[in-house]
DNA sequence: CCGAAAATCAATCGAACGGTTGAGGGCGGC
DNA sequence: GCCGCCCTCAACCGTTCGATTGATTTTCGG
């Protein structure tokens, strides 16, 4: 856990090898573009999903950094693809790189194993220093998400959902009523209703269709 | 109207000049490197937002083809940057560069008088194939764009609610209880139960949660 | 080891919601 | 002028939802 593996040993200082992972042909073009114009760093490749990104990393490719996209459209999701590198034998440091940073993903994507939380309209300089600083092992945020997770632990992270409330507020927000709900997660429909109990508490609402609006204006939720 | 002005006269095939407007800088870069990877054209400046794209319009830049992304968190919105270039003096042509289209923005673009509107999934390309195209005046859509205008249009528009019945959708989707609508738009609690009634036969669901998911799906109504 | 929190289930009750039927006024197209 | 669509309102009825109370199990941390 003191920061990626160098397997050719430290003869010299080898540059920062990075993995770019994002969907967005026109996003993998920015940042190859960025991380070629640092020093000392170099791309070592490009997936467009999870999937690809963990073949790459079983055929070989050894990186220090992944800079991961979140919301990747179709194929496996950010957070999912980071749990997975992150339990792989010497995994390399996962940078998450996002457009927006609603609550419910930072903290899924710190749960996961990622090393450092970036958002995408960081300027150029911010996500070369979050490169260097995740290839020595350092955890780095975007100011705004480390105020955001800071705001949120001095707050008491009140409204902070359970893993099983955040399920149950989703899938109200898909529209599912209380018994399909049960039966989607192999429970009673009381159980249901107590757990909406308790996210109308914590939201401060007292409606399913308020605990949507506010669960998504919390970012505990996303709209699809 | 028939295409972009071209200043210095046409002595010889002049490259395209492309203004790019994004408000991520990785975006920015990776739309910078992609045009310049093509002959015949170049980008001629970038801005983080519309404000920022109209002050260089004012100061002399002349492109012909504007990228403009959508959603960008402060400042202008891309649909309302679009309506004011496209309302000035012989004005470049638009090509709208969007994460995810709902229809709602699509609609909203294209009368704003975009040329054209692309995923940012698209491939290099597409995104080549298409600047081009709006220089030339061409509209041009991405495939799924496309497609989902022309199921709206043979599809007789029909899961287009009313004006009436996308206000109370959206009240619906704030969390609002039926009387609360009533309240707000001065109207009786029945009309209000009539109206859902209508917009659950158009989008095929039977309950206001379900409709809010179906809405959001849809584009009809934006999660703030 | 014991208390707190999370997750599960049950029963009850009033209020809100969803579905139905019926009806009237205004407005634009044929 | 008439037909259709939109917006408005009303009454009824069955179902779902929200609130409350109370209980059991597991898990985690002091």
New interface residues.
């Given amino acids: 856990m003191s920061g990626p593996a160098h397997p050719e040993g430290a003869g010299r200082r080898e540059a920062v090898r990075v993995l770019i992972v994002d ?12 991380v070629d114009d640092l020093p000392d760093v170099e791309a070592v490749g490009e997936a467009a999903d999870g999937a690809a990104a963990l073949r790459l990393l079983d055929d070989g490719t050894r990186p220090d950094v992944v800079l991961m996209d979140l919301q990747m ?1 179709d194929g496996m999701h950010g957070v999912e693809a980071t749990r997975r590198i992150t339990a792989r034998p010497s995994p390399p440091a996962v940078l998450i ?1 996002t ?2 940073s609603t609550d419910a993903d930072i903290l899924a994507a710190v749960e996961a194993g990622a090393t450092g939380y970036l958002l ?5 300089e911010e ?1 070369a220093a979050a490169v260097h600083a995740a290839s020595r092992g350092e955890t780095v945020l975007a100011p705004p998400v480390a105020a955001r997770l800071l705001g949120r632990v001095r707050a008491g992270g009140r409204p902070a959902l359970t893993q099983r409330e955040t399920e149950i507020l989703g899938l ?6 209380n018994k399909q709900i049960s039966r989607r997660l192999f429970i009673s429909e009381a159980t249901v209703k107590t757990h909406l109990v308790h996210i109308y508490g914590k939201l401060g ?1 007292d ?8 669960g ?2 919390a970012g505990l939720i996303r ?2």
Wanted: hydrophobic share 55%.
């Fill in positions: 969907d967005h042909p026109v996003v993998r073009r920015g940042l190859r573009a960025m459209g790189l457009t927006y995408k309209d960081a300027p150029p996500v109200v927000a898909e529209g599912l009523a609402v409606s399913r269709t308020a605990a949507i609006a506010a998504l204006a709209a699809v």
